[in-house]
């Protein structure tokens, strides 16, 4: 199998991160110097999907004190909260930026006793170690959900929760990797996911990049192929998991799942457990990003829609509960109640 493609890293002393806006045609790394620039590859979506965000943003919190000099261990604190700060107001729904941020700044709080150069050197520890611990949690996602998949099973995927949203591997296309691995073969169907195209700028190309058997279709065909039973599970990933079990993930998600339901097709959200924010209740207090009109209006720079019209451009919905058959984490597979099995996760126990 060819090696995954990697979305972020950190070489030599600098970060890089592939630009995810010119996949699939181009394959550009770019050197992210200043805690602005990684503030701006989050908004613009250079790099994306809610693990990668978080993965970034921890590197950004590095960033940001790398150069600067301070008087004392509350002046390097209050640095470190404000970059936080601004950090966090790249992308509003993915929970995966603000667990990130927030265990950086932990981490930070316990350095006071040591030397500046030995406080930046730690932070970037940090962020090293968020960036490997993903890759790890996603192969216990893959080998989770292979205990509930069957060779030859055809899956739906949507948007992309792939090697490129994440470290390695990705979350729902974990299992597809780790199936290639053990000599399984899946067949994929990935959603092309408009407006923004992931599913078939990233996703396709990643799978297909991996040698595995996927096949595009548009996000209005997925019901018609449920409906001639052609998908034997569906897999997403998710942005935010509340604490019921409510799910907000890449636009068309839902659609997804409610067709799902009516034909008897499983719906699968894998997830992280940082992407598990058990301090939001339900779904309705997950914030939804709205984005610009141009993704709707135009197609790579062209109008596709008349100008001036009016349009509503949610990045994400959210998928009731209810409609979720399990929500395999690197710890486990949830089933429902969800109020109560999601809370276990976290129980050292
Ligand atoms: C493992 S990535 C999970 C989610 O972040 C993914 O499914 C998704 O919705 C990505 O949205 P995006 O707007 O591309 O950041």
């Not at 316990?110 to 030397?115: I, K, M, P, Y």
Request: glycine share 6%.
């Amino acid at each position: 199998m060819k090696e995954m493609i990697r979305p972020i890293e950190w070489k030599e002393g600098k970060l890089y991160i592939l630009n995810q806006l010119k996949l699939p045609m181009e394959t550009e790394y770019n050197i992210k110097a200043t805690v602005e620039d990684v503030f701006n590859a989050i908004r613009d979506m250079e790099l994306r999907g809610a693990p990668l965000i978080g993965i970034a943003a921890a590197y950004g919190v590095y960033l940001s004190v790398k150069d600067e000099s301070f008087v004392s261990h509350e002046d390097f604190m209050k640095f470190v909260d404000e970059k936080a700060l601004y950090l966090s107001q790249s992308r509003p729904t993915a929970v995966n930026l603000f667990w990130a941020l927030d265990r950086m700044k932990k981490r930070a709080k316990e350095l006071e006793n040591l030397l500046i150069e030995d406080k930046k050197k730690a932070l970037l520890e940090e962020a090293i170690k968020i960036h490997k611990e993903d890759e790890a949690i996603n192969r216990s996602i893959g080998e989770n959900f292979l205990k509930i998949l069957k060779d030859g099973m055809t899956i739906m995927t949507h948007c992309n929760a792939g090697s490129l949203a994440t470290s390695r591997y990705g979350t729902a296309t974990s299992p597809m990797y780790l199936a290639r691995e053990k000599g399984w073969s899946f067949k994929v169907f990935a959603n092309e996911t408009r407006p923004y195209l992931q599913g078939a700028r990233l996703t396709a190309f990643e799978l297909h990049h991996g040698g595995i058997d996927v096949t595009l279709i548009c996000d209005n065909m997925a019901g018609s192929l449920m409906a001639q039973g052609k998908v034997d599970a569906i897999i997403t990933g998710a942005d935010r998991v509340a604490a019921n079990g409510d799910t907000a993930n890449k636009i068309g998600t839902l659609q997804l799942a409610v067709m799902a339901k009516h034909y008897g097709v499983p719906f699968y959200v894998a997830v992280p457990t940082p992407t598990i924010d058990l301090s939001t209740p339900t779904g309705i207090e997950i914030p939804i990003e709205e984005r610009g009109s141009h993704e709707v209006t135009n197609w790579f720079g062209k109008a596709t829609a008349p100008e001036g019209i009016k349009v509503y451009n949610p990045a994400f919905d959210v998928t009731a509960h209810s409609l979720i058959t399990a929500i395999v984490t690197e710890k486990g597979i949830v089933y429902p109640p969800y109020n109560e099995n999601l809370k276990k996760l976290f129980l050292n126990i």
